[in-house]
């Protein structure tokens, strides 16, 4: 059973356009929420981060957006620029646990 | 300059050996992790360890083994157990749970 889904592989978007990038999970007790970026053969980086007393977080051109009814979050990148091009994972984490549980990533495109 | 060190970028094991991958983090954080990769998927953990000498099983904790002797070396080892060990292997740190990871950036393994 996945708990944390994120159902497209791929998204493309025109360079300077606005990229949303979708995660859904199905565990009630998440409270904690995170989005990587990864390059090929490079370990993934931290972009930014969401707690669940939270439904909006903003770090320069990345807004991740938290909607608990839904078990629905978000990544907003704008304006979207050819170094986006990257796999983008989000990750869940439950209060007083240390383990987090990955999706399995859709890959960005921004084309030039 | 702080940071995760995972040796070696690539390693090839022999069926039926044992081969262990060393994960060295400078960074002074209690908690460590493993997570495997395969096409596709997302990262899935294999061990984590919340703090010196303690180690939990995370969700495929099969064929493999870890310990943590000391705060910065978290190694793990894929014992001849393990049937399908060709994978990309991430290890990562943070300060406590609830907090972003840092990721090394990886050691692909692959059997000869």
């Known amino acids: 059973d996945q708990q944390v889904k994120q159902n497209s592989p791929s998204l493309s978007v025109q360079e300077g356009r606005i990229s949303i990038l979708n995660c859904d999970y199905t565990n009630s007790m998440f409270d904690y929420f995170l989005w990587y970026k990864k390059y090929p053969a490079e370990g993934p980086t931290f972009l930014i981060s969401i707690s669940s007393i939270k439904d909006k977080n903003e770090d320069g051109r990345f807004t991740v957006f938290l909607n608990k009814s839904a078990k629905h979050l978000s990544l907003h990148i704008v304006p979207s620029q050819p170094g986006d091009s990257a796999v983008y994972f989000c990750?869940?984490?439950?209060?007083?646990?240390?383990?987090?549980?990955f999706g399995t990533g859709t890959r960005l495109k921004v084309l030039a | 300059d702080g940071g995760i060190t995972q040796s070696p970028k690539y390693l090839f094991r022999k069926e039926g050996q044992n081969v262990t991958l060393s994960c060295e983090q400078n960074?002074?954080?209690?908690?460590m992790y493993w997570y495997r990769q395969d096409p596709g998927q997302g990262l899935r953990l294999i061990y984590y360890?919340?703090?010196?000498?303690?180690?939990q099983k995370g969700d495929i904790a099969e064929g493999y083994s870890v310990s943590r002797e000391k705060k910065e070396s978290f190694p793990l080892t894929v014992t001849s157990a393990q049937k399908n060990p060709t994978a990309f292997y991430l290890c990562?740190?943070?300060?406590?749970?609830?907090?972003?990871?840092?990721f090394g950036d990886g050691t692909r393994l692959s059997i000869l």
């Open positions: 990562a740190s943070s300060i406590q749970g609830h907090q972003p990871q840092h």
């Open positions: 990750a869940a984490s439950a209060q007083g646990t240390y383990k987090y549980i």
């Open positions: 960074l002074n954080h209690d908690a």
């Open positions: 360890s919340q703090i010196v000498n303690d180690f």
